[in-house]
């Protein structure tokens, strides 16, 4: 047996057709390395199109995991590792490894009629392009047809086992156990499927213990970590959890009216599994019908919310706005993707900030946060709910497809640790006006319809002060206005607080650039640079001490993927010419394009 070499740091890539199970074997990856105590990144990258034609760059799938003995904040910036499935996933993908690479490559592949398919002109394995790679070709088909032989199984079924193959190949490189996926196997598959999956499985990981191909194999230390339970979190499931803890924490009913939509829909899949905690989920037949269900369970009493994404967000906006007027607690989650209009349906973007801020008619405030991480998911759609539910208020939170998709490992919190907020619904008549004031929270009261005494007027037309009746005066309506933006403008949320130097350059980030920036302003350390790392997770209203965090260094820049947007709100409360980093590729930053930035900027303020 070759002796393992020990590394701290790993990034491997997956990638095929959307058929050949990449996403299966990269989680499986990911799951097994988890229960080693590895801290792990990933970034599945799934193609835009449903079905794309098999073999064409369209059609290619990836799954990208970065594991280390070490804390890590990131996927990585480049693969050490890349396992191509054919010569598309080759040509979408090899641009990205880094130089003296590994590359595993299902040599059957790489004929003329794929090659045509994939626009690739020559052969690769023949041409002298991966030179600069070690490239490992496997015949990945033919060894996997001949592990399940004899089960009885076409040759379409013998072919969906090769990406087990594949994932036994890199289990033996990486020293990882395959007992994790055996169980998986053996619960998820009926016989002759199971038998198939788990010899292909087993296969591949003797086939390179045995071959002379691998020089070397590697191994990545469990890292230290806190003692405490741990799992491998999702950004979605983790968003899911916060809202069924949240509403647990407020006393409620959790009531989801959503639409299917990439890449939101796995919280509605995730919530419907827990009618046993109350969760009441409702698939609705489109975006405005999902909305006014959920500001109708509020009305009622339990808790509305509701999922979505960049389009869907544009078809709730009049909805919202009754959400604003009628003072109900509302959770929107959008998980942000690449636009404008279907846009790139399964790529990450940042770019409906400015949309969940003032994409309403009317002055219609609503608070708008932010996760930074999967794990911090959990954290903010708890927050969320206490917002919403303190205030009386709809609240946005802010994900997106790196989040929502993206996993790492979670200490799971003990739930009887996390402070709760009760809702008290009115049910005293006397002195009662649907629109009183809380005089610290500006929140109206909440009744449950049906209470006695306590019948009142609600809906979309401007409302008179104190009785909630129908108002057109001028005065009225401008005090109202005022009343609710007040409102929102009150919320109590924590200060903005600086990681790294109090002086120099400041980097200021917002949800999912929160790795990128963390490692690439540690990187700018060690140099000698100064520099401070700010992440604002409360969009709207900003944290108090804000502008003065900014006003405490010479230069501030904003990374974020889109043109601009939070420099636009942080310009405006500051008056501070923050410079715009901005991205809009589909794809999140690299540590590396953050730390050029910090090195350029530190130059021309040195001058």
Aim: net charge neutral; with cysteine.
């Amino acid at each position: 047996m070759k002796s393992a070499q020990i590394v701290d740091h790993v990034v491997v890539r997956f990638a095929g057709d959307s058929g050949d199970g990449m996403q299966v074997i990269g989680s499986q990856f990911t799951n097994t390395t988890a229960l080693l105590g590895n801290d792990l990144a990933t970034f599945p990258d799934f193609p835009a199109e449903i079905r794309a034609p098999a073999g064409t760059l369209a059609g290619v799938s990836g799954f990208q995991l970065h594991f280390s003995s070490q804390e890590i904040f990131t996927p990585g910036d480049e693969p050490e590792a890349l396992v191509a499935m054919n010569p598309a996933a080759l040509k979408a993908n090899i641009a990205d490894l880094k130089k003296g690479g590994l590359v595993i490559v299902n040599k059957e592949k790489f004929v003329e009629r794929e090659f045509e398919k994939a626009g690739i002109t020559s052969n690769p394995l023949l041409d002298g392009s991966l030179s600069d790679f070690r490239v490992i070709e496997v015949d990945l088909a033919r060894q996997s047809k001949a592990a399940v032989e004899g089960l009885g199984l076409g040759a379409k079924e013998t072919d969906r086992c090769k990406n087990f193959y594949a994932l036994g190949i890199t289990y033996w490189l990486y020293s990882r156990p395959m007992e994790t996926t055996e169980r998986w196997i053996n619960a998820k598959f009926k016989d002759p499927y199971r038998e198939a999956n788990l010899r292909s499985l087993r296969a591949g990981y003797a086939y390179a213990e045995t071959v002379e191909m691998f020089h070397s194999r590697y191994e990545v230390p469990p890292m230290r970590q806190d003692p405490g339970v741990y799992r491998n979190i999702m950004g979605n499931q983790a968003t899911a959890l916060g809202l069924v803890v949240g509403t647990e924490k407020a006393g409620l009913r959790l009531f989801l009216g959503s639409y299917p939509i990439t890449p939101a829909s796995d919280i509605l899949h995730a919530l419907s599994g827990y009618k046993a905690y109350g969760v009441y989920t409702f698939q609705a037949e489109d975006e405005i019908a999902a909305i006014t269900s959920a500001i109708g369970a509020s009305f009622g009493g339990s808790l509305g919310m509701s999922t979505t994404s960049g389009p869907g967000m544009a078809l709730k906006t009049e909805a919202l706005g009754l959400a604003v007027m009628t003072e109900l607690p509302l959770v929107i989650i959008n998980i942000q993707r690449g636009g404008p209009s279907t846009g790139l349906p399964t790529k990450t973007e940042q770019s409906d900030l400015l949309q969940a801020v003032y994409g309403r008619n009317g002055e219609a405030p609503i608070p708008v946060i932010a996760a930074c991480t999967p794990g911090d998911c959990f954290d903010m759609a708890v927050e969320a709910v206490r917002i919403a539910v303190t205030y009386m208020t709809p609240v946005i939170l802010l994900t997106d497809g790196y989040l929502a998709n993206g996993s790492e490992p979670w200490r799971v919190p003990n739930v009887a640790d996390i402070p709760a907020f009760p809702v008290q619904f009115r049910t005293d008549p006397e002195g009662f006006l649907p629109y009183a004031r809380n005089p610290e929270t500006l929140a109206r009261p909440w009744v449950r319809p049906g209470t006695p005494g306590l019948e009142h007027r609600i809906g979309g037309i401007e409302k008179q002060e104190g009785t909630g009746n129908v108002n057109y005066e001028a005065l009225n309506h401008e005090r109202m206005v005022q009343l609710r933006a007040a409102k929102v403008a009150g919320i109590k949320v924590p200060d903005l607080v600086v990681y790294g130097d109090p002086d120099g350059l400041l980097v200021v980030g917002w949800g999912s650039t929160y790795g990128a920036i963390r490692v690439a302003v540690d990187l700018a350390r060690r140099e000698g640079l100064r520099v401070g790392h700010a992440h604002i997770r409360n969009i709207h209203p900003l944290p108090a001490n804000t502008v003065d965090v900014l006003r405490k260094y010479g230069r501030v820049i904003v990374p974020e993927m889109n043109m601009g947007q939070l420099v636009k709100l942080l310009r405006d409360k500051s008056l501070i010419d923050c410079i715009s980093i901005p991205k809009v590729q589909g794809q999140a930053f690299k540590i590396s394009e953050v730390l050029t930035s910090i090195r350029h900027h530190q130059i021309v303020e040195a001058k």
